[in-house]
């Protein structure tokens, strides 16, 4: 039924939700930028950038690409939250390229930062196909990102899964066309309700997925 597969990168390969929230806050209590647990999760998933132009006027005097820069920069501290893969995730990624399923990663990150993440836990050379926020003119919820991982890939988005982690890839992915399996690592199910499969982690998550609706994990 599927003939291949897509990833998200933070939150759904690699757990970067305690390094990205902690950069994020540190950005805002810097600048005395006044912000809640809401501000910061609404990062997840979508270019920084991008997600920094909301707040813009909040920051006078400064633009997005130094706010950015300067948050990028906090993530390389010594003191920041280590980074390690989601539990499951580089066990399914191994089993789909051993099962010659295409790989494709879809990611609001920089080409340079996925490569690094990807590397630094081994996996970057299982993937086909990269996609990074370098490739689009539109990011996360904006389905650009999927449709075109997947004609790099020479699939329809119809026959494809794409796992993600937050609402804004959810909501990519299904506008792409695609089924979507979203894991609870940095938001709610609730928030996630529009996947088609939710779980906590890609521990024993079968090849093709069990994708129902109602499904919760």
Wanted: net charge negative; hydrophobic share 40%; proline share 8%.
């Amino acid at each position: 039924m599927y003939t291949a597969a897509l990833f998200d990168l933070d939150g759904t390969l690699i757990d970067t939700e305690p390094r990205s929230h902690e950069a994020w806050s540190r950005l805002f209590r810097n600048h005395g930028v006044p912000y809640d647990e809401a501000t910061i999760k609404g990062f997840a998933g979508r270019p920084g950038r991008e997600a920094l132009h909301d707040h813009l006027p909040r920051f006078p005097g400064h633009t997005a690409d130094e706010l950015f820069a300067e948050a990028l920069g906090y993530t390389t501290l010594p003191d920041m939250p280590p980074v390690k893969a989601v539990p499951g995730a580089l066990e399914l990624v191994v089993r789909l390229k051993g099962l010659g399923v295409p790989l494709g990663l879809v990611t609001s990150g920089t080409r340079e930062y996925a490569r690094h993440e990807l590397g630094a836990v081994g996996a970057l050379g299982f993937f086909d196909v990269l996609v990074t926020s370098d490739d689009v003119s539109r990011g996360k919820p904006d389905p650009e990102g999927c449709l075109k991982c997947c004609a790099a890939l020479g699939v329809e988005p119809s026959t494809v899964v794409v796992f993600e982690d937050a609402p804004a890839g959810v909501a990519a992915a299904k506008s792409a066309g695609a089924d979507c399996v979203a894991i609870t690592s940095t938001q709610s199910p609730e928030a996630l309700a529009a996947a088609d499969l939710i779980v906590p982690d890609l521990t024993g998550v079968s090849w093709p997925p069990q994708i129902s609706s109602s499904s919760e994990g």
